[in-house]
């Protein structure tokens, strides 16, 4: 499978799982089933981004995969770390909050997943 197509259906999980999130959160308000499926799509959608992100980057250096490595995940603790900064402040009402979120994510995702990943045309040509 490229992995652009494998990418952007990872990306299209984590965007339904936000959708989810906020739509319910702001016509339904707290609730179990709606927090455990928009849940899901999300960390199903980083279950793949992530990892597949760690392993791009690794494959574009032939030396040091251990400084790498250890730069990558810095930056994903980083990252993580903010976002939980953000979630700890938000209003717990209701998950429409963390599903903006989210949005804001994916719209920042979304643009990086376009510029780095390759086309299918490309992928298939190496």
Partial sequence: MPARVMGFGAFALFVAGAAVLTATGMVVGLDFMSITIGGA????????????????????????????????S???????????????VLPEATQAPIGWLYLGLCAVAGMLLAISLPSVRHATQS
């Fill in 41 to 72: 799509l999300v960390l199903g959608g980083c279950g793949v981004l992530c990892p597949m992100m760690y392993g791009m980057a690794l494959g574009l250096f032939e030396r040091d995969h251990g400084l790498i490595g250890g730069l990558i």
């Fill in 74 to 88: 810095a930056l994903c603790y980083l990252a993580v770390s903010g976002a939980m900064a953000i979630a700890a």
